[in-house]
């Protein structure tokens, strides 16, 4: 299936098309196959289905189409070097969404065909029991990937913890030096972490053009908010970061071409934040009590979804957008440091 969906933004018109392009040598992207391909991963309207201004991003159609991709290569790796690449998590506690993203990592990992291994530790653990283990899959050859899930138990120090890391591993790309390289200009890191890389990648593969854009990043954390700054200067966007301290935030943010909000408060962005057309990526993800989602709760974003998708041309809805990224660039990484470990391209 050479099938590429891509998102045609036409602006001025302040209205989005979705462009099928065809790229499996049958010439029209007409084909039966095609059709059905389309039809099951065609954009859904909005997240409750009420009719939308905005384009809606479909970032679990996207991160499906890249892991298809990636479990595609990863074949062709066992195949041609006998090898599949290899993920460890390490997981402290308990913490019921902690142990949510872990399954699902470990999923994405299995349906991909990359080898996982958890080491889980209780709450109350020594800190040198799992610098040990980050030891053990630092030196293990099999392991391409390690991944130590955030936020850790208070009484250990997380810093002392994620310098142990093997650079060469650090498929999170929290490493200093993979963010250090990452802000200078003509420096290639070696990894980029997930969340942000899968932001740029919604926008690149939606057809969003970032190259001389205003872009307004809101938060600024060491994992979301300033690497997705730093990546949309690469890109050559113009970046402002609004952050919990900033002034007028509303004001500074309406500048913007391209909004991507990660700051953890439930609709902070409201409609009248937004320059007619911006387009808006919504990292948030909060949980909400509702007894009518079979958990118990849904999440919600920091965007106010209904607001926004009349003023923006293309929004990601929560959840649904960003989250299947945050996987599907995790599993990018570590066939990234496979492929270089085994020199396979
Ligand atoms: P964080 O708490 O570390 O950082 C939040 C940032 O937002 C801070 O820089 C803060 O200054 C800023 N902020 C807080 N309140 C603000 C306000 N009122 N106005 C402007 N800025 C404000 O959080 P984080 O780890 O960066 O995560 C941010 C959000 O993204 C959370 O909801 C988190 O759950 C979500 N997240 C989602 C994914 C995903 O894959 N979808 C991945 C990581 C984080």
Redesign the pocket.
């Given at each position: 299936m050479g099938l590429q969906l891509a998102v045609v933004l036409e602006r001025g018109i302040g209205s989005a098309q979705l462009r099928v392009e065809d790229d499996d040598d049958d010439g029209d992207g007409d084909s039966e196959e095609d059709k059905s391909y389309y039809e099951h991963y065609k954009p859904k309207s909005t997240a409750n289905d009420q009719p939308s201004a905005a384009l809606v991003i479909d970032g679990k159609l996207i991160a499906d189409e890249i892991r298809f991709r990636i479990a595609e290569q990863v074949r062709r790796m066992k195949g041609s070097v006998g090898k599949v690449p290899g993920l460890a998590v390490i997981l402290v506690g308990d913490r019921r969404d902690s142990l949510t993203y872990v399954r699902n990592k470990v999923k994405a990992c299995e349906d991909a065909g990359i080898k996982s291994l958890v080491t889980q530790f209780p709450q109350n653990c020594k800190q040198d029991d799992v610098i040990h283990a980050l030891s053990t899959f630092n030196e293990d050859p099999s392991i391409h990937g390690i991944l130590v899930q955030l936020p850790l138990p208070q009484h250990l120090n997380e810093e002392k913890i994620l310098n142990e890391l093997k650079l060469e591993k650090d498929v999170d790309g929290f490493h200093p030096l993979n963010m250090g390289n990452l802000a200078m200009r003509g420096r290639e890191p070696l990894f980029i972490p997930c969340?942000p890389k899968g932001c740029i990648e919604l926008l690149i593969r939606s057809g969003v053009e970032i190259m001389g854009k205003n872009a307004v990043v809101?938060?600024?954390?060491n994992?979301?908010?300033l690497p997705t700054s730093l990546l949309l200067q690469r890109h050559h966007a113009t970046v402002t970061i609004?952050?919990?301290l900033?002034k007028n935030?509303e004001q500074i943010t309406r500048e913007a071409d391209i909004v991507v909000t990660?700051?953890?408060?439930p609709n902070?962005v409201r409609g009248n934040w937004l320059k007619p057309g911006a387009v808006v990526i919504d990292?948030?993800?909060?949980p909400v009590e509702d007894p009518s989602c079979e958990n118990g709760y849904r999440l919600i974003g920091d965007v106010c979804y209904e607001e926004a998708s009349k003023v923006a041309s293309a929004i990601t809805p929560v959840p649904g957008g960003?989250?299947p990224m945050?996987i599907a660039m995790l599993l990018s990484n570590t066939l990234d440091s496979a492929k270089r470990a085994y020199d396979f391209t």
């Open positions: 969340t809101i938060g600024r954390s994992i979301v908010g609004v952050h919990a900033t935030p990660a700051a953890g408060v902070l990292v948030g993800t909060f960003v989250g945050t």
